[in-house]
């Protein structure tokens, strides 16, 4: 693991023993949702584990669904409150190439709105459709490893 990595130097770790503030939302034993303190809009919340795992390789399964579970009731909850919501993002960035930048798990919970200024940025080879061929390639790459 490296220095990044640590334990020591995770802000999230900090929030959760206590020596950083959160605007907690939810709480139990295996995950604590608090609000984002340099949100996408008015709601984006993050979801973490207690258990500090960087990435989702490093998280137990069971702790991931519940990671995930607890998106849905908070999606759920941005929506029937009064917050601007006309969608909701779910993003887990899960190494630096994806954009990961803070080294403990975390899921955001990102209420979207039409005009609001965010978006996903696709390359010009993405509307270059792969043939069946190739996706059949790489279906099989992944499926022997799962």
């Not at 809009?41 to 579970?69: S, T, W």
């Amino acid at each position: 693991m490296s220095n990044k990595e640590s334990k020591e130097n995770c802000i999230f770790c900090k929030i959760l023993s206590g020596e950083f503030e959160c605007s907690e939302i939810y709480s139990d034993d295996t995950v604590i949702a608090f609000l984002d303190i340099q949100p996408v809009n008015p709601g984006h919340v993050l979801v973490i584990p207690r258990e500090h795992a960087c990435y989702l390789k490093d998280l137990d399964k069971d702790v991931g669904g519940k990671l995930f579970q607890v998106g849905q009731k908070v999606a759920e909850a941005i929506r029937n409150s009064d917050l601007k919501c006309e969608g909701v993002n779910f993003l887990l960035a899960d190494g630096e190439a994806a954009g990961q930048e803070v080294w403990h798990t975390h899921l955001h919970v990102v209420p979207r709105f039409e005009n609001d200024g965010f978006g996903f940025k696709f390359s010009e080879k993405y509307f270059e459709k792969p043939s069946r061929e190739e996706l059949n390639q790489v279906a099989e790459k992944i499926s022997k490893k799962i």
